[in-house]
């Protein structure tokens, strides 16, 4: 019993959230592809053997793998590991094309589309994933709103960073390096990504404005559903009173802006983490692969089963969850693509940037090489990803104590 409800409440989410993600993801090619004239042979959700699988009209064989997570889109000649022949492998599939008597199938050949069509074709997956995320978000906007706290201060930790920065009690933010804010949210979302960097908050006090510089240090916080994370915090707290939370409302085109908004703002967030990992500012530990992926899916859906006093409202809020992780999700798998690593969509990118300038492929060893290094990178990240979350679940620990 206890196995299946931990399948319900971790598996199956996780394999929702990642089915839409990566589904929309391959239908963006796909789509773009279609709408250019491109033969395609295959399009698979899932790898492994199949265990669906039909052939439509224009010839596209549609398959589901056993395994459903990840998924591809393969066109006619696509048999490269690159996915990028170069000018003798394109001039060998021509004369091969011609010579069995399908000449007029050359200019429907991903590889012989112009690059443009060919840049717009591996673009449109991020793209679709994007899109997706804008549309989850406008219409979270438009059918609940957004809530927003008074960003008033109500309580400062001694001894914290915030104390030493001279904040009190009562003081209320009106905004953080030039910016104004509605909402302690906002100061809780640039705290914990701004360890030992300072922010300069605009403070009003006793009916005046003054200015004060805070340095958020790293320490012990926690998330929305009470986990413990390594963060930046400034000792700041705030207890809610009546009145202190308002409901934002949306119509369709605020909806629509705000989503937008949203994916920007979240691709920012990534960024602004990357580039604080790459120069030591932030610990890698908050990377997570797909255990730690699952366990957030389950950890939400065990948040609205607390939350929940009948079935039926669980089902609603943990659909409700399960949508807004999909967004969050499809961001950074968007993201994640767009980088220049061989193997990935913006790997594709780069190789074209290199064909636009030379005006031909790069060359095949080239490109072989660029594909090794690549996918050791992202399977290295994987692994590491991988590594955090068993550490996060303590499975190290628990094998200790077994054997201890």
Not at 96 to 119: C, M, S, T
Not at 247 to 275: F, S
Request: glycine letters at 12%.
């Amino acid at each position: 019993m206890e196995l299946l409800k931990s399948i319900l409440l971790y598996v199956v989410p996780f394999l929702i959230v990642i089915g839409v993600v990566v589904t929309i993801h391959e239908l963006g090619h796909f789509l773009a592809a279609k709408a250019l004239g491109t033969k395609i042979d295959r399009f698979a959700i899932g790898f492994g053997r199949a265990i669906a699988q039909w052939t439509d009209k224009a010839g596209v064989e549609w398959r589901i793998g056993w395994m459903p997570i990840g998924g591809y889109v393969r066109f006619a000649g696509d048999e490269n590991a690159a996915s990028i022949p170069d000018a003798d492998d394109l001039q060998a599939m021509r004369r091969q094309l011609v010579d069995e008597g399908r000449g007029d199938e050359i200019n429907r050949y991903f590889h012989f589309k112009p690059l443009w069509q060919r840049a717009i074709i591996v673009a449109a997956g991020p793209i679709a994933n994007f899109l997706l995320a804008m549309v989850v978000f406008a219409t979270l906007l438009m059918a609940f709103g957004e809530p927003l706290t008074r960003p008033r201060i109500d309580t400062v930790a001694a001894g914290s960073p915030g104390a030493a920065a001279g904040f009190k009690p009562g003081d209320l933010i009106l905004g953080m390096d030039g910016k104004p804010i509605e909402s302690f949210d906002e100061i809780i979302n640039k705290v914990i990504l701004s360890s030992d960097t300072p922010i300069m908050f605009r403070v009003r006090r006793d009916g005046a404005e003054l200015d004060i510089l805070a340095t958020p240090r790293r320490g012990t916080v926690p998330d929305k559903l009470g986990r413990p994370q390594q963060l930046g915090r400034l000792g700041l707290g705030h207890n809610g009173r009546p009145g202190d939370i308002t409901m934002r409302r949306y119509n369709l085109p605020e909806a629509i802006v705000g989503g937008g908004e949203r994916v920007v703002t979240t691709i920012a967030q990534t960024v602004h983490y990357v580039g604080r990992l790459f120069v030591g500012r932030e610990k890698a530990d908050q990377l997570a692969g797909p255990l730690g992926m699952a366990q957030l899916s389950g950890d939400l859906a065990k948040h609205a089963a607390r939350v929940s006093p009948t079935a039926g409202t669980f089902a609603i809020n943990g659909l409700l969850l399960i949508f807004e992780l999909i967004g969050v999700i499809s961001v950074g798998i968007g993201f994640m693509n767009l980088l220049p690593v061989p193997v990935l969509d913006g790997g594709h990118l780069l190789f074209y940037g290199y064909e636009a300038v030379t005006r031909r492929p790069l060359a095949a060893k080239v490109q072989a090489a660029g594909y090794r290094v690549g996918l050791a990178l992202v399977l290295g990240l994987m692994l590491f990803a991988t590594w955090n979350d068993l550490q996060r679940l303590r499975v190290f620990n628990l094998f200790g104590r077994l054997f201890s």
